[in-house]
């Protein structure tokens, strides 16, 4: 068999080979002789034919494991060359019978392993059991090298292996009609991987999905916010938004009316507006409806797509035709919108906190907490006006982590009419203690240049004063930003 094999004498080579497997199919020498003429035939001939892929099931049916290392790279080469080069004439019926064989591979980690992979995943929207596939090897076969970008030829940067498989896989799972065990166990898997690589951003996008899909909105939105935050000009993520409420009519227009106002091509926003419409026409708000149903109409027509049978039940409506017609609905835009920029942002992450230093030429601001919560921000760049040392805000954040250690990333802030915590600001009394150009009220560190210069030493005073960090010391003190003289009660 060796011989003819080698010989180029393929046919002949099968043929002996399945007559001696008849024979002994318990003899592992028999059954590898007949697997290397199987890899040889699909090297000459391909994978995605009668013939050829009646050879693969053959191969595949002779059960090798892993152990077979040598034999199973071979074969992942082959198969990778023919998935590469699949055309959409292919047909559906040998996609059918591939996929069933790739669910016999047994997984060998290595550079053929993932070349394979790479090509599968490229066709991915070919198989209709992919994230079977893919389970069935498991995913925890990855090379070091897979977790890195590429690089393509013409210059273009493209995710890691790693990100393409998962998100393909996330994509196969939410084509299912329903949530099953093993969407589960892959979820868990996304999880674990997204967590560990946070630069996989996208990662955190499908997570949100597949848990929609599971109906766990809440769970949806918790990780939506941090995604959505780096995406909020994009429209796709406030449909999602929208999605994630769906007994909240007016958050779902708040988040459509975001959606609408992001710079966008009208041909992407022809169902959102359609959406948009419907909820506009349950609130018998037709003149607004008519700008939306208007609009999705001339997208629809200029493209020569199908109108929808309500949009044609919308027109024919009575108060449609004498709905007055309007130039357009920004203003109602922006008025909605203000409700879904709230949901960026958790409650869970909003911290009430105070000013304790100002940096007006640079518009920066130092806030504090607490001892562990604390950082600096430009408040120009967040909308805040004139702030002043002492003052309260809520700040929503997010604990970011760097080579250098970990901040406090301000996404939001606003005045606060919540209470001061005792550990931010106190009120405080006594003598003041001059010494030199400093001054001190027991703990409370003075700034006599700025609020003490008409001060005397051992005066009494009283005044109010903020949690502020010592540079010199490394340490959290007091420093007072009101101070005015003590009056007695008999002064009045």
């Not at 560990?196 to 848990?211: D, K, Q, T, V």
């Not at 938004?241 to 041909?267: F, G, I, R, S, V």
């Not at 903020?466 to 101070?483: D, F, I, P, S």
Request: glycine share 4%.
């Amino acid at each position: 068999m060796s011989r003819l094999r080698k010989n180029g004498q393929l046919n002949e080579a099968c043929e002996l080979a399945e007559q001696l497997l008849v024979n002994k199919l318990d003899d592992v020498f028999n059954r590898r002789a007949a697997a290397w003429v199987y890899i040889d035939f699909l090297k000459l001939h391909g994978v995605f034919k009668e013939e050829t892929l009646s050879k693969l099931e053959k191969l595949c049916a002779l059960g090798f494991d892993a152990s077979e290392k040598i034999l199973w790279e071979q074969l992942y080469w082959v198969v990778a060359k023919a998935v590469f080069k699949l055309t959409d004439d292919t047909s559906s019926a040998l996609l059918d019978r591939f996929e069933i064989c790739c669910q016999s591979f047994a997984a060998v980690p290595g550079q053929a392993y993932s070349v394979m992979l790479k090509a599968l995943v490229k066709q991915a929207l070919k198989w209709k059991q992919f994230s079977a596939m893919v389970a069935s090897w498991g995913l925890e076969n990855f090379q070091t090298s897979d977790f890195e970008n590429e690089t393509l030829q013409n210059g273009r940067g493209v995710p890691s292996l790693v990100e393409r498989t998962y998100l393909a896989v996330s994509k196969a799972y939410l084509m299912q009609p329903y949530a099953d065990t093993s969407m589960l166990d892959f979820l868990q898997q996304l999880n674990t991987v997204s967590e560990a690589h946070p630069e996989m951003l996208y990662l955190i996008y499908y997570r949100a999905l597949l848990y929609q899909k599971m109906g766990q909105l809440d769970t949806a939105l918790a990780l939506l916010r941090p995604f959505a935050q780096k995406k909020k000009r994009d429209f796709w993520v406030w449909d999602l938004l929208a999605q994630l409420h769906p007994d909240d009519h007016a958050l779902q227009m708040a988040c459509l009316a975001k959606a609408l106002m992001c710079t966008t091509p009208p041909e992407f926003l022809v169902k959102i507006r359609q959406r948009f419409a419907e909820l506009l026409v349950g609130h018998e708000r037709w003149e607004e409806a008519r700008v939306e149903i208007e609009a999705l109409i001339q997208v629809r027509e200029a493209n020569h797509w199908r109108i929808p049978s309500c949009v044609y039940e919308w027109v024919k409506t009575p108060t449609y035709q004498l709905a007055s017609k309007r130039k357009s609905n920004y203003d109602l835009y922006t008025q909605l919108a203000k409700n879904a920029d709230a949901l960026l942002f958790s409650p869970s992450n909003a911290h009430i906190g105070i000013i304790w230093h100002l940096n007006t030429e640079k518009q920066t601001a130092q806030f504090f907490v607490d001892e562990a919560i604390n950082g600096g921000f430009c408040y120009a760049k967040l909308g805040v006006s004139a702030p002043e040392i002492g003052q309260a805000f809520t700040f929503w954040l997010q604990e970011v982590t760097h080579k250098d250690g970990k901040y406090w990333k301000v996404d939001k802030v606003v005045r606060s009419e919540g209470q001061i915590a005792p550990n931010q600001m106190k009120s405080f009394n006594g003598r003041l203690q001059l010494k030199g150009r400093m001054g001190f009220v027991g703990d409370v560190f003075v700034d006599i240049p700025t609020i003490a210069a008409s001060f005397e030493h051992a005066q009494l005073v009283e005044g109010t004063a903020v949690r502020t960090y010592n540079l010199k010391n490394k340490e959290w003190g007091w420093k007072a930003n009101h101070l005015k003289k003590y009056k007695f009660e008999s002064e009045n």
